[in-house]
């Protein structure tokens, strides 16, 4: 069965700093990994997602996640955070049936 | 183009009672998906519809909840009777295609509706 998990439910960083939301992965296949986020009072929205041709991906916002098979991980970073990125991150890996398994979601908090 | 559509955005029921929950998909998707995340816990899936059948429907928790996507349009999904349980936010999502792996495999999320069982 494949699973994920988010380190961290609370991640808080400066206005300006390095942004790093980690995410591992288990699968016993090679996987579809994606990040979603969701704004306050919105839908989950996708942020990027890694479909076996690069290993890093580039997503919307100027996130973008570096998938690692040998670390089983797919972590998102932005080299600056803004103030409006504050939301909940979600990582989530597809199966075979095309259902997303996700992860419990990171909380992120930026302050000024 | 329109986004996938939920409602109602929020609904607040006593146990035993009844609620239906509808999702209108994004025009031509022809994939369905329902998820509900659980106060506290991670975002789960429910079912899958291709057009108007059930694709995989492993997720449901047990008969007490029942979807439907009539003519392969708009889903609902009712809960009867709830339960203290039930709480959370309920989510609907659509694609395009499940296999081409070119962008149209991508899962939209709607708002979701918040679904509270008193």
């Known amino acids: 069965a494949q699973s994920v998990t988010q380190l961290g439910s609370h991640v808080s960083v400066s206005e300006g700093a390095l942004v790093l939301l980690r995410c591992n992965y288990s699968?016993?296949?090679?996987?579809?990994l994606f990040w979603y986020v969701q704004y306050p009072n919105q839908g989950l929205q996708l942020l990027l997602k890694?479909?076996?041709?690069?290993?890093l991906v580039k997503g919307i916002n100027g996130f973008e996640a570096e998938f690692k098979k040998s670390e089983t991980s797919f972590h998102l970073t932005k080299p600056s955070a803004h103030m409006s990125d504050a939301a909940e991150y979600f990582c989530?890996?597809?199966?075979?049936?095309?259902?997303?398994?996700f992860g419990g979601g990171t909380r992120l908090m930026v302050k000024p | 183009e329109a986004g996938v559509t939920q409602f109602p955005s929020h609904s607040v029921i006593e146990k035993g009672q009844t609620v239906t929950l509808r999702c209108d998909p994004i025009?031509?998707?022809?994939?369905l998906y329902w998820y509900r995340r659980v106060m506290g816990k991670e975002i789960k899936f429910l079912l899958h519809?291709?057009?108007?059948?059930?694709?995989?429907e492993s997720g449901m928790p047990n008969n007490r909840f029942l979807a439907e996507r009539t003519g392969g349009t708009y889903s609902t999904l009712k809960v009867q009777p709830a339960e203290l349980e039930d709480s959370g936010v309920y989510f609907c999502?659509?694609?395009?295609?499940?296999?081409?792996?070119?962008?149209?495999?991508?899962?939209?999320f709607g708002p979701g509706t918040r679904l509270t069982v008193l």
């Open positions: 519809f291709v057009k108007e059948s059930k694709q995989d």
């Open positions: 699968s016993s296949v090679p996987p579809y």
């Open positions: 989530a890996v597809r199966n075979a049936g095309n259902m997303l398994t």
């Open positions: 890694y479909t076996s041709a690069a290993t």
């Open positions: 025009s031509g998707h022809d994939n």
């Open positions: 999502a659509s694609s395009q295609d499940r296999f081409s792996g070119q962008g149209r495999d991508t899962q939209y």
